[in-house]
């Protein structure tokens, strides 16, 4: 699938301001963009005791929200008039939106947490009230992945709007109904497309349950973790690595691809050892310092976000850009997996009682600020559209 908008490069007669805010990706990117520094850099001064904010608000809802759905959004209104043959949605759908929904990141790190989060979810509402439009007046024949995406951002914002009024939190139910399904039911969808237009194997048709079991197993999945269930947690975490497992093998995507394709199957291959992580962690383990979790977090999402990340900035550069990997984005792909390994000793180390855990939970951080510079000093340009 190649990502390129088809526009006409008329960039002499426009402001930067109308270049930046032409396509959706770069403001929404931009801003996940940021917030995955800034968020990053407020945990490590949290970690250190250098400032005093909720860490559960910075780290959670800030990535969640502030990173992710900022990422998910530019995203979705690029692909999803593609997706339901619909027409383009246009500058001024999204634009305010936009501005509206970083003000609500903000407000809820730094004023007032109820308002905040109202703010970001009821953008969310709206978009959801956007993709609606979007896929029931689109002429695409089959929509299923569309709708199950939109369900699923409209789940994402009703448990950030439950969370505001009820001052529950509720991050680990809206990591895994929402972010990880949100992730995984798109991955379905865009990497074996990928990985066919390269090796022009056929992929595998994907029976129509596949999409509501994995949404049902990671909801559980979130429900018990959430909440407690220990007993569930065990069953679902086995049942999960059993099912996702076969679903991974039946998408048969182990022929040697560049490395833009490569980074996306190997996230698919770190979501399947996040599950049999979170299996033995229920049954040997009381707390893992959220090992599984984060395999989750950042070998799955954001080895994604890297990956499909600068696949869309390449593509949506105005002319478009090779889909090649340069040495800069290759080292980032490795990055990724370091600070992975760095998060993963972490856990280990706390679960062994080594003081060392301290020390690799910093550097697992830092690291993360500096893969996300390395992006943003190889992409930004091309991102924000500043003229060479």
Not at 198 to 222: A, D, M, N, V
């Amino acid at each position: 699938m190649q990502f390129s908008t088809s526009i006409q490069d008329n960039t002499s007669k426009q402001t930067w301001w109308e270049r930046f805010t032409s396509q959706p990706h770069q403001l929404f990117f931009t801003s996940a963009i940021f917030f995955a520094i800034f968020i990053m850099v407020l945990t490590l001064f949290s970690l250190l005791g250098k400032i005093n904010l909720d860490f559960a608000l910075i780290h959670g809802f800030g990535l969640n929200y502030g990173l992710f759905t900022n990422a998910f959004l530019g995203f979705l209104i690029t692909v999803m008039p593609k997706y339901n043959s619909s027409i383009v949605i246009k500058r001024d759908k999204y634009l305010q939106a936009w501005i509206i929904y970083q003000v609500g990141i903000f407000c809820s790190l730094f004023l007032s947490i109820v308002i905040g989060k109202i703010l970001v979810s009821l953008v969310m509402f709206y978009f959801v009230k956007l993709f609606h439009n979007s896929i029931k007046e689109g002429k695409a024949l089959v929509k299923t992945d569309s709708k199950y995406i939109n369900l699923i951002l409209f789940i994402g914002a009703s448990l950030l709007f439950i969370e505001a009024i009820t001052f529950y939190n509720l991050s680990t139910l809206i990591f895994f109904t929402y972010l990880l399904s949100m992730v995984f039911i798109i991955a379905l969808r865009m990497i074996p497309a990928f990985y066919f237009a390269y090796t022009k194997i056929t992929p595998w048709q994907r029976p129509e349950y596949i999409r509501p079991i994995s949404f049902i197993l990671l909801s559980i999945t979130g429900i018990s973790m959430q909440f407690q269930f220990d007993f569930i947690l065990k069953i679902i975490s086995f049942t999960s690595l059993l099912f996702f497992g076969f679903v991974i093998y039946k998408l048969n995507l182990l022929k040697k691809t560049p490395p833009l394709i490569s980074v996306l199957v190997v996230s698919l291959i770190w979501f399947e050892i996040a599950y049999i992580s979170l299996f033995i962690e229920s049954i040997v383990t009381a707390y893992s310092f959220k090992l599984s979790f984060h395999i989750f977090a950042i070998g799955f999402v954001t080895t994604l976000l890297i990956g499909f990340g600068s696949r869309v900035v390449m593509g949506h550069a105005v002319p478009p850009q090779a889909m090649v990997a340069d040495k800069i984005t290759i080292s980032l792909f490795f990055l990724t997996q370091i600070v992975l390994i760095s998060r993963v000793i972490v856990s280990i180390s706390f679960i062994a009682h080594l003081d060392i855990f301290t020390i690799f939970l910093h550097l697992s951080s830092t690291l993360w600020i500096v893969m996300f510079i390395i992006w943003t000093i190889r992409y930004g340009k091309t991102l924000i559209r500043i003229k060479s």
